[in-house]
């Protein structure tokens, strides 16, 4: 029975380390994207400015080495921040899960019974 309290306890100082994590993930997501759409409305102004035709306008800038490395960093940082927020999800269920055991152990009379978890964090 102690070590499931020990569990719940893990979890949670692991629940709070990953919300921390999304927090920093989802500032940089944030930096990320301000960078990204800054560099392209540069690039979009100056292609105008050349007279390009505003039908390839998007493509080209998007095709510059600079402004395509910023997407990247922005879409990793995306990608980490949800990420991150599925790991959150899957902690809060395998807290649930363990709390579940606890509940089912007090009422079966301090007998601690056995299940199957198919879900390993």
Known sequence: MQDMYAQREELFERLMAELDTLRR???????NEADY??????????ERSRGTPV???GDLCR????IAEKKQ????AEA??????????ALKLRIKTVDADIKRTW???GEETYRLSLIHI
């Open 107 to 109: 009422t079966s009379g």
């Open 37 to 46: 759409r800054k560099a392209l409305r540069i690039a979009i102004l100056e």
């Open 63 to 66: 095709g510059r080495e600079e």
């Open 55 to 57: 039908t390839i306008i």
């Open 25 to 31: 993930t989802g500032q940089q997501y944030a930096e």
């Open 73 to 76: 960093l922005r879409d990793c």
């Open 80 to 89: 980490l921040y949800k990420a991150s927020s599925e790991a959150i999800m």
